[in-house]
């Protein structure tokens, strides 16, 4: 049951990192797929204070292949779906006084 809540926790900070960056060229797939990497790992190494093991060799892959074909395969559509999108608007050019 913990490795469930520990996965979804790990889901819901990347969905919140994915949905709180804007949608811009900076922030990218690869980006969002090393930050789920790292969190990861956190938890299949043990290394305490810092990390737990909590996930085997064969978790971590079958986790990792879960993300890339549920969630990585549609994360541009949730990037355009859910991120703030910069408003432009146009504007008037000032007219050069008379001389």
Known sequence: MSQVSTFLSILKEIVS???????????????SHS????ILLKHAIEQPP????????????NITEF????YYRMWRVYKVACC????????????????
């Open 17 to 31: 990192y994915d949905i709180g960056t804007p949608y811009a060229p900076t922030y990218t797939l690869a980006k």
């Open 35 to 38: 930050l789920f990497v790292s």
């Open 50 to 61: 810092h990390s737990m093991l909590l996930f085997s060799k064969d978790d971590v892959a």
């Open 67 to 70: 993300m890339l074909q549920q």
């Open 84 to 99: 703030d999108r910069v408003q432009v608007s146009p504007m008037r050019r000032r007219q050069r006084a008379a001389m």
